[in-house]
């Protein structure tokens, strides 16, 4: 894995900016390898939308615990673009609801620090699996790589 050192989207269609991201990401490692057309590199990015609105990383506590409180007891989608150079590109969504959340416990969570780096400021694989009520969809997706769909795109992977 390797960051690609690009500007990404933070708004616009939610499944546009996602696979927008992928692509710039895809594209600028591949350009940086130099090498031939055969290489394969990935690139891949999440969002969380909830009423049309994309979540990305917050930039801090306030917009975490902004993000959070947002999200309790709501369904938002988690969106994933992923592009394979060479392969194809897909979208991969999962729609995630939160447990109604109280101001504490959303500031033990941020606490935590689990939401930096993390699309709509949380992490399902780690303490932040008990901000979820149910998924419905690809857990993988909701982790950062919708396996499924990267098999699809690479069949031979498997």
Known sequence: MRPAGVEELRSGDPEAVALENA???????????????????????????????????????????????QLSG?????????????????????????RTLAHDQIARYVATGEWRGRAGGYAIQERGAWLVERIEGDYANVVGLPVGALLDLAPDLL
């Open 74 to 98: 709501r369904t938002h989608r988690v969106i994933s673009g992923l592009v394979l150079r060479p392969g194809g590109e897909r979208i991969a969504v999962t729609r995630v609801t939160f």
């Open 23 to 69: 692509r710039r990401k895809a594209d600028a490692i591949a350009a940086g390898l130099g090498r031939g057309a055969e290489t394969r590199v990935l690139g891949v990015d999440t969002v969380v939308v909830l009423d049309g609105e994309i979540h990305g990383k917050p930039e801090d506590e306030a917009e975490a615990v902004a993000t959070l409180t």
